[in-house]
């Protein structure tokens, strides 16, 4: 009896902690989805008779293909960048102790601070070779015109530039973090066996803290899918219309403010939601992301 009533009182308890979430999931997460579902089945100025045909519309646009091949490279470039770059900069980070471990934390939260917006000026002043403080070192390498740096060949370097500088100094602290739940005991097991520092950070630390890069790669990658700042900023106010309609985001906003086309808009935002959610499982459900939770276990 007194067993079943402290159940309960968990029961209540988690309930109470819980409700706050789920009341903002419902208002801000599902009820939006359907009614961007109900919107990218109605009728639109391209297709008055609604239904799934908008879906194809979307697909068939010839703005569509090189939307997507530009959000594919940009991807392929940020993902591996973010994880590779902030997984050894937390690491080394993780070996720096006394006096200098809280001014090198804070020094890489500071860029982090920095809007998107903020992000697309500093980089232009820095690119720009008129304007650079480096403008010294791009002479010497033969750039003395923006359009030598701004083309649509390198924009997705530049914008995974942008994205990186902004975004990687919160996840460098935020494994630094999860690395400091390593037991102490685990690592002075490894050193008296005899591993040195790299193999503790290569076989040891690496594998105890994957399930919190799983959980960032997955949110680098929904945040990259939805590139949208960097491009459409340099397009409309910096080198106009160099990157317009560069990103699926971009397309999404063109059909839903400048075409009126909102159910092709919100059809194209559904089949980026699909995707960001099955990346999500398979990555969840390929690693022991709810190892210990019964999730995926036969």
């Known amino acids: 009896m007194a067993r079943s009533r402290s159940s309960r009182r968990s029961l209540l308890a988690g309930s109470i902690m819980f409700a706050p979430y789920l009341i903002l999931l419902l208002l801000f997460g599902i009820w939006p989805i359907i009614q961007a579902?109900?919107?990218?089945?109605?009728?639109s100025i391209v297709n008055p008779a609604g239904g799934l045909q908008n879906f194809a519309d979307v697909v068939a646009d010839v703005r569509f293909l090189p939307a997507l091949m530009n959000v594919v490279v940009f991807l392929l470039l940020y993902v591996p960048i973010m994880i590779i770059v902030v997984s050894v900069m937390s690491l080394l980070l993780d070996t720096v102790q006394g006096r200098w471990n809280l001014p090198l934390r804070l020094t890489y939260i500071v860029p982090a601070s920095m809007t998107g917006a903020t992000a697309v000026l500093i980089w232009?002043?820095?690119?720009?070779?008129?304007?650079?403080?480096?403008?010294?070192?791009?002479?010497a390498l033969g750039i003395t015109q923006g359009n030598q740096i701004w083309r649509q060949g390198g924009l997705a370097?530049?914008?995974?530039?942008?994205?990186?500088?902004?975004?990687?100094g919160n996840w460098i602290v935020v494994q630094y973090g999860?690395?400091?739940?390593?037991?102490?005991?685990?690592?002075?097991?490894?050193?008296?066996?005899?591993?040195?520092?790299?193999?503790?950070?290569?076989?040891?630390?690496?594998?105890?803290?994957?399930?919190?890069?799983?959980?960032m790669g997955i949110l680098v990658f929904a945040a990259g899918l939805q590139v949208f700042v960097e491009p459409q900023l340099i397009s409309g106010s910096v080198y106009t219309g160099i990157a317009k309609?560069?990103?699926?985001?971009?397309?999404?906003?063109?059909?839903?403010?400048?075409?009126?086309?909102?159910?092709?808009?919100a059809a194209l935002s559904l089949m980026l939601l699909v995707v960001c959610i099955i990346a999500a499982i398979?990555?969840?459900?390929?690693?022991?992301?709810?190892?210990?939770?019964?999730?995926?276990?036969?």
């Open 245 to 265: 309609d560069w990103s699926l985001n971009q397309l999404s906003y063109d059909l839903a403010f400048q075409s009126n086309n909102l159910a092709g808009s």
């Open 37 to 43: 579902t109900i919107t990218s089945i109605g009728p």
């Open 157 to 168: 370097w530049i914008f995974v530039a942008m994205a990186f500088f902004v975004g990687a």
């Open 178 to 215: 999860s690395l400091q739940s390593i037991s102490e005991d685990v690592l002075e097991a490894a050193r008296i066996d005899g591993a040195n520092a790299w193999q503790i950070g290569w076989r040891i630390k690496l594998p105890l803290i994957r399930k919190y890069l799983v959980y």
């Open 124 to 139: 232009y002043f820095m690119l720009e070779p008129s304007l650079s403080p480096y403008q010294s070192a791009l002479h």
């Open 282 to 298: 398979v990555v969840i459900f390929r690693t022991d992301f709810f190892e210990g939770t019964g999730v995926g276990k036969k």
